[in-house]
Structure formats: C-alpha cells, structure tokens
C-alpha cells in the first residue's frame, strides 16, 4: 500500500518536473526566436541604411578624389640654382600688371621671390599660379608701413600706374610713391639689398624735346592732375640717389614708357586697353582730338619691359635708364590696327584731351641699347594678339558673371608689420 502510494507521488513530482522542463524549454525557444528574429531585422535595417549612406557618400567621394587630383600642383616650370645663384627677391606691387609678369620671370629663373602688395589695383589672380610654391610667398602689406624681411633684391614697383588709378586718391599715390619708397630705401640699407625703382617717362612730364634721353630733365606741370603721379616719382628718383650718396645703397632706375599686355587693367583708361575693349564691345574707338594726326609713340609688350628690368637690376648701371618702344605712327594708324585685328566694325570718334596729356613722347633707347644690349623684340601684332586675347577672356567672365579659378590651396601670409 505504502510503496503504491510512494510510486504515485514520485511520478506525480515527475511529471509535474517535466512540465515545469517543458514550460522553460518553450520560454527558452521563443525568447531564441525572437531574438534570432530581431537581429535579423536589425540587420537588414542596417544593411539597408548602409547602402543608402553608401549611395549618396560614393558621388561625393568621386568629387574629393577629382579635386585631390585637380589639387595636385602643376606649377610652371622652375629651373633649380644653387645656393651661390640664388637669390631672394622682394618684388613690391608684384601682384599688379607688370610685377606679375616679372614674379613669373624670376620664379622660372629659379629665384625666391617674396610679392608684397596692398591690392590696391593688383589682385591675387595674377600670381594665383604660384600660391603654394616653396620658393614662392606673398604678403598683404602696404608699402607706406615699414617691412622688416631678409632679402637680397628689391623690385620696387609698388604704384598705382595708369592715370584713373592714381587720380582716384592722389594722397595717397604721393604716400605710396614717397613714404613707400622710403620705406623700402630703409629695408635696401638694412639688409644691404640692391634695390630698382620702376620710375616712368612722366618724370619728363609734357616734354620740350624729342625724343627724350635720360639726361633730359623733363617738363611737369607740379600742381596738375598729374602732379601726384609725375612729382611722386621724381621724389622717389630723388630718393634713390640720396641713399645711394649718403647710405651707399646700391640703387637702379628704370623709366618706364608705356607697356601693354595680358593681366593689364580692364580700365586702366590708356589707349591700347581703350582701343580693345572698345573693338571688342563694338564700340567707337575714342581717340583725344589733338592726337588724331600726330605721331604717337608706340607702347611695348609685357615680356619686353620684364626683360630689361632683371637686365638692368643685374648691371652695374646706377643712372636712371630708359625702357620703351621708340617706333612711331600715327594713333588713327594704331586704332586702325586693333580694329582689324579684332575684327571689329567700330568706327573712330574724336573726343576732347585731357589736361596735360602729353602731346608727344618718344623714348630714346640707346643707353639701354648699348648698356644692357636691350632692345624691344616682341612685334606689335603679336603683342596685342595676346592682349586681345586676354581681354576677350575677361570680357566673357563678366558676361556669364563667373571665372573659375585654377584649383590651388591657398597659402597666403598676412603681412606682419614689426615697428621698431
Ligand atoms: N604699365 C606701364 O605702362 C608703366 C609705365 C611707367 C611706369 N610704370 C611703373 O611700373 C610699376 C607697375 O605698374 P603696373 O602697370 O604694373 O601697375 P599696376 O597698378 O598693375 O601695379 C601696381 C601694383 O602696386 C600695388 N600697390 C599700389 N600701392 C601700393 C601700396 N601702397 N603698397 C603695396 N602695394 C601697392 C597695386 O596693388 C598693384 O598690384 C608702377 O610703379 C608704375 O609706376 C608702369
């Protein structure tokens, strides 16, 4: 009796053991089930999100793997010079028309060049091709304040050059031409650097004689229009030979006549980007009625004027020397010129001079000739098929608003004036 009851409990706890077992397998299925089930969820949600982030993420980087490569600096070609060759260069106003074209000069020839300017009628287009280059640097900084930098040549070019650039403020272009150049006479005697002056031919001012020689002492009106311009370079001339007598400052003078090229300004308000942007808008090429018959001399090629500046810098000629184009013709001749090369049906209309515009100026090259063995070789047309050219870019990028510049990442030092 006892025993069947005893069997009889047992198999009851069993069984009821059993369930017990039974329900927690059950329980440990399902909670394994839903968990296999959620992460299966889970991971075709990620896997879909991944593939939508993937989506959008690759076209972007295709576009960093083609700016990287459009990154990749394809710099002109530099020659390498050694240490002895080598100079560093200090070029004031090199971001304007010709310093820029002077900074190429010098960075091919393999030379350290330093460009200081306030940008005032230059801008960083001009030498964006260099931004970046080891032997390369440009400064934000205004010549009117002293600069403290090393350097072994100074191409003091610093000015604004045509005349609605230095009409607009002429304090101003007499603090640039006379406390700037000062200024940079001071950092020439401190570090002991050779330093040219890009002084122009309207130190003669309206000329008695022609055609003008260096030793020619020139005809300015002081108190004109001009004045700020003509006189803040004669004061500079000036200058120069001072610190030359009194500092032993080794000094070069160039008087420049005018020059024309690629990167000149487009309202630069002279006769050459007058006449092409004219031809090029169809406009009337507008020409002062006193110069409608007379010979006017003609200006020279960019690449021309550059060369004679780095001829004269490295002679031993200290007196001033002319560079310009002696050749003459008469304006409607040269207006005649840049219409058919434009291609252009503008006609020729005759306004007013303006005051104290020269009459007549002509440069007598032989100094440069037989002391620097320079002479302007580029031909005319050639010239201003390049200039044309360039006007024709510029005109465009106005037209559609835009100009897209040569990738290049941007290393520009802002200039660090130190007062002693
Ligand atoms: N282009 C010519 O036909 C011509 C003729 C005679 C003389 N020059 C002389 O050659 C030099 C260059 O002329 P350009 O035609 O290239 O003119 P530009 O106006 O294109 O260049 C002058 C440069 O000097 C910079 N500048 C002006 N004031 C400055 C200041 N206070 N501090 C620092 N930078 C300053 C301008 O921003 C500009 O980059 C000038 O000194 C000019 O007088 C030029």
Redesign the pocket.
């Known amino acids: 009796m006892v025993s069947k009851a005893l069997v009889r409990l047992v198999s009851a706890v069993n069984r009821r053991r059993m369930k017990l077992l039974l329900g927690i397998a059950l329980l440990a299925y399902v909670a394994f089930y839903s968990f296999l089930l959620n992460r299966s969820i889970q991971e075709n949600g990620e896997l879909k999100i991944e593939s939508k982030i993937e989506e959008i993420v690759e076209p972007l980087r295709e576009k960093i793997r083609d700016l990287e490569k459009s990154f990749t600096q394809k710099y002109p070609p530099v020659k390498f010079l050694s240490e002895k060759d080598r100079k560093r260069i200090l070029i004031?106003?090199?971001?304007?028309?010709?310093?820029s074209h002077l900074t190429d000069k010098l960075m091919m020839d393999g030379h350290e060049v330093t460009v200081?300017?306030?940008?005032?009628?230059?801008r960083k287009r001009n030498v964006e091709h260099w931004i970046g280059h080891e032997n390369f640097e440009l400064i934000n900084?205004?010549?009117?304040e002293p600069l403290y930098i090393e350097v072994d040549q100074i191409y003091h070019?610093?000015?604004?050059?045509?005349p609605p650039?230095y009409m607009y403020n002429p304090i101003?272009t007499l603090k640039?031409n006379t406390i700037?150049t000062l200024n940079m006479l001071g950092l020439a005697k401190r570090v002991g650097a050779r330093l040219l002056l890009?002084?122009?031919?309207?130190v003669y001012g309206d000329p008695e004689v022609h055609p003008q020689s260096e030793d020619y002492w020139g005809h300015v009106n002081p108190i004109g229009p001009r004045a700020c311009y003509d006189e803040g370079?004669r004061v500079a001339e000036t200058m120069c030979y001072a610190y030359m007598k009194q500092e032993g400052v080794e000094v070069r003078v160039a008087r420049?006549?005018?020059?024309f090229g690629p990167r000149m300004?487009m309202n630069d308000g002279r006769v050459v980007s007058n006449f092409i942007l004219q031809a090029l808008q169809g406009e009337p090429l507008t020409v002062a009625c006193s110069s409608r018959l007379s010979l006017t001399r003609l200006?020279f090629f960019s690449s021309d004027l550059v060369n004679g500046l780095v001829a004269l810098m490295n002679s031993n000629v200290s007196s001033p020397v002319n560079l310009g184009n002696p050749e003459e013709h008469t304006i409607l001749e040269f207006a005649q010129l840049i219409k058919n090369l434009v291609g252009s049906g503008s006609e020729i209309q005759f306004l007013s001079e303006a005051q104290d515009d020269p009459q007549k100026r002509k440069p007598d090259i032989k100094k440069a000739k037989l002391m620097l063995g320079w002479e302007p070789v580029v031909p005319l047309e050639e010239g201003l098929n390049k200039a044309i050219h360039y006007f024709r870019k510029e005109l465009e990028y106005q037209a559609n608003n835009q100009y897209i510049p040569k990738p290049k990442p941007a290393r520009i030092k802002k200039g660090r004036t130190r007062h002693n």
């Open positions: 004031t106003g090199g971001a304007g028309f010709v310093g200081v300017d306030n940008f005032f009628t230059g900084h205004d010549v009117v070019l610093a000015s604004p050059a045509s650039n101003k640039t700037g890009a002084s122009t031919s309207e370079k420049i006549f005018n020059t300004h200006p």
